[in-house]
């Protein structure tokens, strides 16, 4: 730490500098026109360093999965200013290539400089989920994608405001392209008041407090991450850790996708090697390899909690991320479900560090945010397009059980809830409820996953389409526990309920009035033998409608009523017949 910036001066800052970015967080949550930033807040903000474009601050309510993509996106438009020799005050870059720093096409970044005296001091940037940028598919998340064109159109970092005015060509292009351009036009605004509330509040505080202070208080912020993020890989015993997971399917062939991990511990360093994962697919679970690595930060931010924020946590890890591997691709390989893959990542690294260290193990989460969109024409001829998300069990732990129908540990978002879809759009929820039995047992079980069944009410029907996962292979257990339950979609035809080929993706499935799609999303896996979880726990989630009786007495070894009443002596009759 600078001898010039005192411990308390260290503490004021990084408090005022995250609320700079929570508020700008708040600004675009509360301006958005889309439910999926302003009620599942699929959206971030944060500040970047004017060299290399790292990760500097950012808020507390922003998606841990954009900090570090955000970073090699700005990145991009550094080398664009070094290549052009063009940067003036007011100008704004925006963009949704996903090679370049981005996720997929759905997420738009701005990124703006802040001078100071004529100097460039930091950089600002704003990313939101967009409900609608084309494609062939309403939403974006084309499950049979095999290229990107087929995703939605592409932007490349591209200058939206010069020098401070608007260039209305840039704004008649993402019109065109679009179903939804209302929409998207609430939410580009919503971003850029979001940044131009962050630049004022933090030439407010550089003028409080100097650009020295605030420059040495970003050297700081960094260099106590990495300390941290060194000493927590210490904790962990050297070695080579191994641990593999995978995909269902890629949409277009029915063979799985291997994701395989090493995990090498060496003193305060570590390296993250993913070379033995699977080539690169034809179908949309690809991603690039900025989004891979900001899928390792989350990971590892689950498990050291206690490291901040910023780019100086990934200064002691190196990652092995091939471009012979679908973790690394470039253009036009198509992208739209990378949340499945950089799901089924997170998973991964919790696999590898739980057999470095047992005492830190996290269970399988559910593992999928099952993308689903409906969409159709008003009565009087306009589109809607209903795209969200939807939660499940978490896994257990060493501490306690997983969350019941919680959202993927990629973020801080939330699930938009049933009342604000239901009045946005021509659909009706008959049922969003816990789903039992699909946790998996365990001393500490996994969080149960839930059930949503969503009913067309405009005469003209709906048109569906479905991107997730874990439709085959189950959130795994640990140290003993057991795998969950899968994820299962149906939707009514008039010969009945169908499932999907691809079992948890599909598109050109149309709905009548009255028709319905169903989905039972998984839940986490379970932690530790479930013949050592106390009888009463089994029987209060038996009471409570989590477990069934059957599951209690086949995983558990415990003998109760649907009432929740144990039978000791039968129960302890189980358990030794048991072991």
């Known amino acids: 730490m600078s001898p010039a910036l005192d411990p308390v001066t260290f503490?004021?800052?990084?408090?005022?500098?995250?609320?700079?970015?929570?508020?700008?967080?708040?600004?675009?949550?509360?301006?958005?026109?889309?439910?999926?930033?302003?009620?599942?807040r699929d959206a971030c903000h944060g500040l970047y360093h004017r060299e290399t474009g790292d990760t500097l601050v950012q808020g507390a309510k922003g998606l841990p999965i954009f900090v570090g993509a955000m970073a090699f996106a700005v990145r991009a438009v550094i080398d664009i200013v070094k290549r052009t020799g063009d940067l003036a005050p007011g100008d704004v870059f925006l963009f949704n290539d996903p090679y370049a720093g981005g996720t997929h096409l759905n997420d738009f970044r701005l990124v703006r400089p802040i001078f100071r005296n004529g100097e460039l001091f930091c950089w600002l940037a704003s990313v939101g989920?967009?409900?609608?940028?084309?494609?062939?598919?309403?939403?974006?998340?084309?499950?049979?994608?095999?290229?990107?064109?087929?995703?939605?159109?592409?932007?490349?970092?591209?200058?939206?405001?010069?020098?401070?005015?608007?260039?209305?060509?840039?704004?008649?292009?993402l019109r065109a392209n679009t179903r939804v351009p209302d929409s998207n036009w609430g939410d580009l605004n919503g971003q850029l008041n979001a940044l131009d509330l962050g630049e004022g509040r933090l030439h407010a505080l550089v003028d409080e407090y100097g650009e020295a202070t605030i420059e040495a208080a970003f050297e700081a912020f960094s260099a106590r991450a990495e300390a941290l993020m060194r000493e927590a890989i210490a904790s962990l015993p050297d070695g080579t850790y191994s641990y593999e997971d995978y995909l269902d399917n890629d949409g277009i062939t029915d063979d799985r996708l291997t994701i395989a991990l090493e995990v090498t511990i060496a003193g305060d360093t570590m390296r993250l090697d993913f070379s033995r994962s699977s080539p690169p697919c034809?179908?949309?679970?690809?991603?690039?390899?900025?989004?891979?690595?900001?899928?390792?930060?989350?990971?590892l931010k689950h498990v050291f909690t206690e490291v901040p924020a910023n780019a100086g946590c990934l200064r002691p890890i190196a990652f092995d991320i091939p471009e012979t591997t679908f973790l690394g691709v470039g253009a036009p390989r198509p992208v739209a479900g990378y949340t499945e893959t950089i799901l089924r990542m997170i998973g991964v690294v919790f696999g590898a560090l739980a057999k470095a260290d047992p005492a830190r193990a996290t269970a399988g989460p559910f593992g999928t945010i099952n993308a689903l969109s409906l969409s159709g024409h008003r009565p009087d001829g306009k589109r809607w397009v209903m795209f969200t998300f939807f939660g499940g069990g978490l896994g257990g732990n060493p501490a306690s059980d997983g969350l019941n129908h919680a959202n993927n540990p990629i973020s801080t978002a939330t699930m938009p809830p049933a009342e604000i879809l239901e009045a946005s759009y021509p659909v009706m929820?008959?049922?969003?409820?816990?789903?039992?039995?699909?946790?998996?047992?365990?001393?500490?079980?996994?969080?149960?996953?839930?059930?949503?069944?969503?009913?067309?009410?405009?005469?003209?029907?709906?048109?569906?389409?479905?991107?997730?996962?874990?439709?085959?292979?189950?959130?795994?257990?640990?140290?003993?526990?057991?795998?969950?339950?899968?994820?299962?979609?149906?939707w009514d035809t008039p010969d009945g309920p169908r499932e999907p080929p691809f079992v948890s993706k599909i598109t050109g499935v149309r709905i009548e009035a009255g028709g319905r799609v169903r989905l039972e999303s998984p839940g986490g896996g379970g932690w530790g033998d479930p013949r050592r979880r106390a009888p009463s726990a089994v029987a209060r989630d038996v009471a409570n409608g989590l477990v069934s009786v059957d599951a209690a007495r086949q995983d558990y070894a415990v003998a109760v009523d649907a009432r929740g009443i144990v039978d000791e002596a039968q129960t302890a009759t189980l358990r030794e017949a048991g072991r």
Request: aromatic content about 8%; some cysteine.
């Open 11 to 40: 503490a004021v800052l990084k408090g005022r500098l995250e609320q700079i970015a929570d508020e700008m967080d708040a600004t675009l949550y509360r301006s958005a026109f889309n439910p999926i930033i302003a009620e599942a």
């Open 282 to 299: 034809r179908g949309p679970v690809n991603i690039a390899r900025s989004t891979a690595v900001a899928a390792c930060y989350v990971a």
């Open 129 to 173: 989920h967009w409900l609608d940028i084309g494609g062939n598919v309403p939403g974006g998340y084309n499950p049979q994608a095999v290229e990107c064109f087929q995703e939605g159109v592409l932007i490349p970092p591209v200058r939206l405001f010069r020098a401070g005015v608007l260039q209305e060509d840039i704004v008649s292009i």
């Open 429 to 490: 929820f008959t049922q969003w409820a816990l789903r039992p039995d699909s946790a998996g047992a365990g001393e500490h079980r996994g969080g149960v996953g839930a059930i949503y069944e969503v009913e067309a009410l405009d005469a003209g029907g709906a048109e569906v389409a479905l991107l997730g996962e874990r439709g085959k292979f189950a959130p795994f257990g640990v140290a003993g526990g057991l795998p969950a339950e899968k994820n299962r979609f149906t």
